[in-house]
């Protein structure tokens, strides 16, 4: 059974760095082909992707967020940590951490962690 | 990188058939066979309901069907029920990050 679940700060101030972790089960990180991806969500709004890293330590960031994002994982830890700096208000969203699978879907997710951006 | 285009809300009555529509360009759901939708209900997370196009995952309803024509793909619910009034994302494999771009997401109502 796969799980996923996501840790870090509920209350960031502007211009804060955050950090979150998403500590996962069910799979290994060093399996061929598999990934682990974030994705947020503005409250009201649509999903947004932002990072994914792969078992081989290969990375992808959306390019509209590319320069505030680093993606990073620990194997032996089952853990995956994103790091988005410059936070702004505008940053305020659930993010969720997920599996995805080779055709390029998310399997299964993480209940999804509310990071609130405010002075 | 822009969302793929979903209309804002769809509806229908119990036991009718409805089609949400996810459009976009041939650097995405046009260009490739990676064309996913999700289903999320309010406070939830997001749930897998199709894969590749048309593949359902293990567990989800048959009542869910995928298609794809040129640069929009389609979700088709028949058999509407009341548990499937939620929000719906269609998601798709782009060129432009090489990884995915979601749509915009549309808010089924069951009347």
Redesign the interface.
């Known amino acids: 059974q796969i799980t996923l679940k996501e840790s870090g700060p509920t209350l960031v101030k502007p211009t804060q760095t955050l950090t979150l972790t998403c500590t996962f089960s069910g799979f290994s990180l060093s399996t061929s082909g598999v990934g682990v991806g974030w994705i947020r969500q503005p409250p009201g709004k649509a999903l947004e992707w932002l990072a994914l890293i792969y078992w081989n330590d290969d990375k992808r960031y959306s390019p509209s967020l590319k320069s505030r994002l680093t993606i990073t994982k620990d194997t032996s830890k089952n853990q995956v940590v994103l790091t988005m700096t410059n936070m702004d208000p505008v940053d305020t969203a659930t993010y969720y951490c997920a599996h995805r699978r080779a055709s390029h879907c998310y399997t299964n997710w993480g209940q999804g962690t509310l990071v609130t951006v405010s002075s | 990188?822009s969302?793929l285009t979903q209309p804002a809300s769809v509806s229908g009555s119990p036991g009718q058939s409805i089609t949400i529509s996810c459009t976009g360009t041939s650097s995405d759901v046009g260009g490739?066979n990676?064309v996913?939708w999700?289903q999320?209900h309010p406070g939830k997370?997001?749930?897998?309901m199709i894969?590749?196009v048309s593949n359902r995952?293990s567990g989800v309803s048959n009542r869910f069907s995928g298609s794809k024509s040129g640069n929009t793909a389609s979700l088709t619910i028949s058999g509407l029920q009341a548990e499937d009034e939620a929000d719906y994302?269609c998601?798709?494999?782009t060129s432009?990050?090489?990884?995915?771009?979601?749509?915009?997401?549309t808010k089924l109502t069951v009347l």
């Open positions: 990188q969302a490739y990676y996913s999700y999320q997370a997001p749930k897998l894969y590749e995952p994302y998601s798709s494999y432009s990050s090489t990884s995915v771009v979601f749509g915009g997401g």
